[in-house]
């Protein structure tokens, strides 16, 4: 239900509430000053506490414009109403506080009731009015956070392995390039021993590797990588 509906129902409860719903309020008081000005209090209590409501909602309304950068915004027009249906419920508050000094003291406590009880609902209706315009002006300040997007479904990649390269030649091929086999191989029979491979460091060290028969020689192959 929204506050523009809401006002005439809370103007009817008000007047339930306080007693003027039916023709016969006004022969009540009328024949009662006491309860005419029980009545009027009442009124005038329902009515200031209305305008405190008001009062509130305005200053919650200026909040919201205050925070909002720009020039005159919506939420500045907000503000402006709930400050106005304020002024108007406070007015109305004095109007019934008059109105229950007249049954109080004067001649027909009954029309200070019933005035009273009138100006209790045009404050309650002005509250109404000024806590809508103020939640308004705090929905425009402060939005909620937009929704986010729903994912797009992804297709699943399919997962891609890395393929090994595998070369013929072993790590060992490069020796026949780095090592000059004529000028180690001292007897010239093609083969290099033990002896005539401990001048050359690398020979020496990984010897029984590169001897991949395990004659106890280094052929020219075996330094290139084969038996």
Known sequence: MNSANSLPLLT??????????????AQRTAANPAKSAQQAQSAAQTASDQAE???QSAQRARDAAAATPGGYT?????????????????????DARGAQG??????NPAMGAADASAAASV?????AE??????????EANPPPASPPPRAATAASASVQPQATITSSPPNSTLAAKVDFNA???????NLTRAEAASNTTLATDFNTIDA???????QRELAGGK
């Open 12 to 25: 009817a409860a008000l007047a339930v509430a306080l007693g003027i719903a039916s023709p016969a309020f």
């Open 53 to 55: 409501i008001a009062r």
């Open 74 to 94: 919506t939420v500045h027009q907000h503000a402006d109403a709930a400050q106005k249906a304020s002024n108007k419920a406070v007015n109305a508050a004095y």
């Open 102 to 107: 007249v049954a109080d003291v004067g001649a």
């Open 123 to 127: 404050a309650g209706s002005a509250s």
């Open 130 to 139: 000024a806590q809508a315009q103020a939640d308004a002006a705090a929905l």
């Open 184 to 190: 180690l191989d001292l007897d010239r029979d093609g």
């Open 213 to 219: 028969n395990h004659d106890g020689h280094l052929s």
